[in-house]
């Protein structure tokens, strides 16, 4: 059975690169029925936290893959051990104090074959004697790494190409031990939109810094595996299990990808056009709450109504929680400019007369309130929009928001009028 694997170390969080190699092993393996291990290099015993260890674990799981197996490469040292006694024994090593490395020959030619690349021929000249096991007895990570990969039945290394100039160094371990090589897939870097590889500098780049701004796991992990991968058609949208479905190595790309923050942003707003709206508030009420918006009591229906209202204008979950920020908040923001050129004292008389409509009214819905705006502009022989506009701005700060109708009568009649209340006493204070 063909076994693939993801080996992170636990030395930070899991980042889009980590992710995306994640995702392509995880793929491989349930596309074709392999085994996926997940395996842990923390040999590093003071750079690894176990802080990150957990993140990792549940970025991971956030995103919906899982693992047939789990190792800590932390409880393998015993292995370690023994097969660097092995070539110290056969003379392949050589200790250096504590420390036994690996005594490389020259003029050895190392080919391995590259499933993106083809084949690759590296003289062994440059190689210079591998260090095993260090002098505190921890295994070097070119060491551990093959140990691991031969023991563990590895037929497919699927990692990112800065490991590239280890694989030579790997397959000498491989031929030293007596090990089967497997298949290298290296898969190209991802970069930042400057062309420079992927780092901190570009802004987020952890897993978790894309939950925490609302991304929804399945349109990250359609993202990742547009960066690198294509189907080889137009389409764009794949879920995790049309993903299993259509996934290949043969179509994982051999040039770098540029991650693209805007891109993500459009995946992640079809995802949230798509999802029925009470998960959408399910995973919208904790943010709400954290904000200090809502409690337990809300009212569920108008919440459902009110993201309903914004189902299309808003890409990522935070983003929601600021554009509604308005509706829950009386302390509204008022955008100057919008304030300057709108809420003029010319305007108080139709604001007032507006206000005194929806009090008398006995109805408030949606349509009432277009049906009552419309006959007020009629009244007063203005355009719609010189009501309109002032409306907008006096009741939700600026002048961008959905439909000033639904705006109204989500907001409640409560709020409209004590807004409107407001605005019109600073305006005949003027
Ligand atoms: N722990 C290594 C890393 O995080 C794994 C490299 C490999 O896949 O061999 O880069």
Known sequence: MPVVRFAPSPTGYLHVGGARTCLFNWLYARSTGSKFILRIEDTDLTRSKKEYLDEILDSLKWMGLDWDELYHQSERFDLYREHAQKLLEEGKAYKDGEAIIYKV????????FDV????????????????????????????CCVVDDASMGLTHIIRGDDHIANTPKQILIYEALGFKVPKFVHIPMILGE??????????????????????????????????????????????????????SLKRVNKTAAVFDNEKLGWVNGEYIKKLDSDKLVALLLP????????????????????????????NN??????????????????????????LVPEITDALEAFKNKLITADTFDVSTIETTTRALVEELNIKSGELIHPLRVALTGGTVSPGIFEVIYYLGKDKVIMRLDKVITKLRAV
């Open 116 to 143: 993106l690349h083809g084949e690759i021929k590296i003289e062994a000249d440059h190689i210079k004697d591998q260090v095993l096991l260090k002098s505190d007895g921890s295994p070097a990570y070119n060491f």
């Open 194 to 247: 400057d062309k420079s590889r992927l780092s901190k500098r570009h802004g987020a780049t952890a897993i978790s810094d894309y939950r925490k701004q609302g991304v929804l796991p399945e349109a990250l992990v359609n993202y990742l595996a547009l960066l690198g991968w294509n189907p080889g058609t137009e389409r764009e949208l794949f879920t995790l299990p049309e993903l299993v479905k259509t996934f």
């Open 317 to 342: 979950l935070n983003r929601f929680v600021e554009l509604t920020g308005f509706f829950f908040n009386d302390e509204i923001e008022y955008d100057q400019e919008s304030e300057q050129k709108y």
């Open 287 to 314: 943010l709400l709450k954290d904000k200090g918006y809502i409690d337990d009591n809300i009212d569920q229906p108008w919440l459902i109504g009110l993201v309903n209202l914004y189902k299309t204008r808003f």
């Open 105 to 112: 020959k020259d003029d050895t030619a190392i080919r391995f």
